[in-house]
């Protein structure tokens, strides 16, 4: 049975991907998106689950900047939860007397309208997860009054459901991604995503532009860019990208490649099937059959057979 880290404890968003991930799964659960990733790639789990973007906070930047510097570690598998938050507290406890809410920030981010209208008076502060709010909240003497989680959540630790789906919106979903040491890749699927990581070799003009032209000519569509800082001072920027299609697609691997030619560092995080089932648009000239073709033409006509 696989060992799979993820960010807890019990009653996470985090858990419950892992679960329909991997349902035979055994769970390790860690404090931070770090700890699990750090699980993983010590070997003291076989793989992990974290969060990577959410469809209202956007990108989970702890995730994409582990991906980056940590030692390397390859996406196999991606699920999209739609998540639908609970304010939970103690028995007994009332809105009007809430005063501090404890939950995850992107839960905050997540919550905002509900927030304002409904506890304007309250301090909410950051906690390392949804559902170590509601285990910190469940203790007696805790210094908050109440906890935004996951309604499992409150089950679990023993909370009230003082209001339901309270998220701003009702179709947030967030997208979780498993990730293994290095090893084989899953096969293509025709529906598949390919996630890197690209420093730049030097910041020019046109930069940015030359990197998104690997992709366009080979008629590689982008599902999420992102830059983030490289830690070097004000305006170093390094690049994360999830496009569609597999590395062993052609214009998949010849846009990587052209990539590696021109950019500082590009590291490679992963091709794996897509959650949605979303095969992707294939433009004229650039199916795999096209590019065999135009390579044998190339070698014909390189040997004067014209
Ligand atoms: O705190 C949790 O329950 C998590 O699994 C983390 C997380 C996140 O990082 O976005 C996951 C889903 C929700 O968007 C809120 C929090």
Not at 192 to 208: K, Q, W
Not at 230 to 246: L, Q, V
């Amino acid at each position: 049975m696989p060992r799979v880290a993820y960010l807890g404890p019990e009653g996470t968003f985090t858990e419950e991907a892992l679960r329909l991930l991997d349902p035979t799964a055994e769970r390790l659960p860690c404090a931070t998106v770090s700890a699990a990733l750090n699980a993983a790639r010590a070997g003291d789990a076989d793989g992990a689950v974290v969060p990577l973007e959410n469809s209202i906070e956007g990108a989970i930047t702890t995730t994409l900047d582990e991906f980056a510097w940590g030692e390397p570690l390859l996406i196999n598998a991606e699920l999209l939860l739609p998540v639908q938050f609970s304010l939970l507290a103690r028995p007994g406890t009332e809105i009007p007397h809430i005063k501090r809410v404890y939950t995850h920030p992107a839960a905050i981010t997540q919550c905002r309208n509900y927030i304002s209208r409904e506890l304007p008076d309250a301090v909410v502060v950051a906690a390392p997860s949804t559902a170590a709010a509601a285990q910190e909240v469940s203790l007696p003497g805790s210094p908050y009054d109440a906890a935004i989680a996951a309604r499992i959540a409150g089950e679990h630790y023993g909370l009230v459901e003082l209001a339901a789906d309270i998220g701003d919106r009702s179709d947030t979903v967030t997208r979780f991604v498993k990730v293994g040491r290095p090893g084989p890749l899953p096969q293509a699927t025709g529906s598949d995503r390919t996630t890197l990581v690209v420093f730049l070799a030097d910041d020019h003009p046109g930069a940015l532009l030359e990197m998104l032209t690997e992709f366009s000519v080979r008629g590689v569509n982008l599902t999420r860019i992102e830059s983030r800082p490289t830690g070097g001072g004000i305006g170093r920027y390094f690049f994360h990208f999830d496009f569609e299609g597999h590395v062993a697609d052609a214009r998949v691997g010849e846009a990587i490649a052209g990539l590696h030619r021109i950019c500082g560092e590009v590291r490679f995080l992963g091709s794996y099937p897509r959650a949605d089932g979303i095969a992707p648009q294939i433009k004229r000239g650039t199916s795999d059959p096209e590019f065999a073709e135009a390579a044998e033409w190339l070698a014909r006509i390189r040997a004067g057979k014209v």
